[in-house]
């Protein structure tokens, strides 16, 4: 089945630095990709819809400068913690669909970012 | 915009048995999709089952199955003959139809299965 592939899947950095999250189609092309956070016991948020070649899509509240989001092939998206702080702590997963309407979404394994 | 209800935060099911999640949504599409995922302590989501809002048939997988009411909004889960490795936490989400729709999730149920 279709595979999508988080990397890393956990990452400590200390305030002010940036990280970056690759998530990645193994075996299928992916023009939109979807990037979540959850906190701790709690259920995923959307952050962000990435669009192969275009700009992304934010939700609201989520601060366009601070998340960055590069779709740059049909296979990788990239999702960058501009000038971390410790409330950026968090467990970031992306997701990514087959192409068609009735494809399922696959989920990466989740990225664990820790802010020190 | 689609919002999904989870109302119990928590439940428990002896092995063996069966339990039954509940979601609710709210929704002025006419076509969309909706899902339940597992995720397991790795928070790894899975997939559970999956239902078309244009299906009047429940889906079924296996132990799992869904008790799809559209004109009341609700897409519950039963679970039968749970096992340990059915702990987890069950989310409901929702997705319009169309190729670049997003899952709108639900808070969740955290699901424990005792002896």
């Known amino acids: 089945g279709a595979v999508v592939s988080q990397h890393p899947s956990w990452v400590i950095c200390k305030s002010g630095t940036s990280v970056k999250i690759e998530c990645r189609s193994l075996?299928?092309?992916?023009?939109?990709m979807f990037w979540y956070r959850q906190f701790p016991k709690q259920s995923l948020m959307l952050m962000a819809t990435?669009?192969?070649?275009?700009?992304?899509?934010?939700e609201q509240g989520v601060e366009k400068d601070k998340f960055l989001i590069n779709h740059a092939s049909l296979t990788l998206s990239t999702l960058t913690v501009t000038s971390a702080h410790p409330e950026d702590s968090s467990f970031y997963i992306c997701?990514?669909?087959?192409?068609?309407?009735?494809?399922?979404?696959?989920f990466g394994n989740g990225t664990r970012l820790t802010v020190t | 915009a689609q919002t999904v209800t989870q109302s119990q935060p928590e439940m428990s099911v002896q092995e063996a048995e069966t339990v039954t999640l509940s979601c609710t949504y709210d929704?002025?599409?006419?076509?969309?999709?909706l899902f339940w995922y597992k995720q397991p302590p790795s928070r790894q989501m899975i997939l559970v089952i999956r239902q078309e809002a244009y299906k009047q048939q429940n889906a079924t997988e296996n132990r799992f199955s869904v008790n799809f009411q559209k004109a009341a909004k609700s897409f519950s889960l039963k679970i039968s003959d749970s096992q340990l490795g059915d702990t987890a936490m069950y989310f409901c989400a929702f997705m319009k139809g169309g190729t670049a729709s997003k899952l709108t999730f639900g808070t969740g149920t955290r699901l424990q299965v005792t002896l």
């Open positions: 929704t002025s599409e006419n076509n969309y999709y």
């Open positions: 075996d299928f092309q992916a023009t939109t």
């Open positions: 997701s990514a669909r087959d192409a068609g309407a009735d494809s399922p979404l696959h």
């Open positions: 990435s669009n192969e070649g275009s700009k992304a899509t934010y």
